[in-house]
């Protein structure tokens, strides 16, 4: 399993599935990946229940980056 499949198909209890469905998911972590190498922190404006904020939180975690996640 590759890095982005994991982190996509961690166990998420969603509030409500039809905010972003896998390929969103999918898409979002991938340039969150490709973003790691850029210096600062990541934010995520007009979070609404935090589904895709689970995700970037993830993100930023499996790739051992220090930044913080800002909503």
């Known amino acids: 399993m590759n890095v982005i499949d ?3 198909s961690f166990f998420n209890k969603q509030v409500d599935s039809s905010i ?3 390929d969103q998911i999918t898409g979002l972590v991938t340039y969150c990946l490709e ?5 600062g ?3 995520e ?3 609404y229940v935090g589904e895709s ?3 970037l939180m993830r993100t ?3 790739s051992k980056k220090d930044k913080k996640l800002y909503c």
């Open 6 to 8: 994991n982190i996509v």
């Open 41 to 43: 922190d990541v934010v």
């Open 53 to 55: 904020s689970k995700y």
């Open 35 to 39: 973003s790691m190498s850029l210096e």
């Open 45 to 47: 404006f007009g979070c």
């Open 20 to 22: 972003i469905n896998r």
């Open 60 to 62: 930023i975690l499996e």
